[in-house]
């Protein structure tokens, strides 16, 4: 157990339609970091946060938003869903701003999109 | 840019063979994080080690194994004596020093028969 909690485990939705996945960090971490997994794209970094800002931005959709709360949980929040959002979503929590502290993965988010 | 390599797709090993994953990775930073992660078929990931630019020191855990290279840019995982429960994809992830993003390479997917 990696001490990082995601919910839902998996969601099925319809296309147009809005979800948002849920992080809770491990005790004591700071950033919250959001990856996807697809087949076509493998994992691909989204946007992090640190301490309730936002730090940094990878390959994240326009369609796609994310903040982090002052408790720390972090929501990823996705709109207009398409058949090509379809993936794992993984949140991951680090003590750090940057590299030198070890990332640590929750179980993930299974989204389909139908 | 940042790139990380996996060129081996797929390996398929006989239990109690030794089997080594081999990982390049390319990187201006001078200071930078190398990772190895586990993703078996329940799908979470699942950190192994994290090793940073300066510390060229191999590490051993185990059946497990690490060997770090900075002048050729690899950090080759080796599994010694593998069992069936090391069947999993494993990912080679880089980050550099001022962010803490990780690159991940495409994976090796690791069959290990009985």
């Known amino acids: 157990d990696s001490g990082v909690t995601q919910t839902p485990k998996h969601l099925i939705t319809a296309t147009g339609q809005r979800v948002t996945l849920r992080c809770s960090p491990r005790s004591g971490d700071l950033s919250v970091y959001w990856y996807q997994q697809s087949l076509d794209q493998g994992l691909q970094f989204l946007i992090q946060?640190?301490?309730?800002?936002?730090?940094a931005k990878g390959n994240i959709l326009e369609r796609f938003s994310a903040q982090q709360f002052p408790d720390l949980h972090s929501e990823l929040n996705l709109s207009s869903l398409e058949l090509g959002d379809s993936a794992l979503y993984f949140c991951?929590?680090?003590?750090?701003?940057?590299?030198?502290?070890?990332?640590?993965f929750g179980p993930g988010t299974r989204l389909t999109v139908l | 840019a940042q790139k990380v390599t996996q060129a081996q797709t797929e390996i398929s090993v006989v239990e109690k063979e030794d089997v080594t994953l081999d990982c390049v990775y390319e990187t201006r930073d001078t200071t930078y994080y190398l990772f190895w992660y586990k993703q078996p078929p329940s799908g979470e990931l699942v950190f192994l080690i994290r090793?940073?630019?300066?510390?060229?020191q191999n590490e051993i855990s185990g059946r497990y194994s690490w060997n770090f290279q900075k002048s050729t840019s690899s950090f080759n995982f080796t599994i010694t004596a593998s069992q069936v429960v090391d069947s999993a994809v494993y990912f080679c992830a880089l980050s550099g020093g001022s962010q803490g993003n990780l690159i991940f390479g495409k994976g090796t997917k690791l069959s290990v028969k009985p």
């Open positions: 090793r940073n630019s300066f510390d060229e």
């Open positions: 946060y640190y301490n309730g800002e936002e730090r």
């Open positions: 991951a929590s680090s003590a750090g701003l940057a590299g030198e502290g070890s990332q640590y």
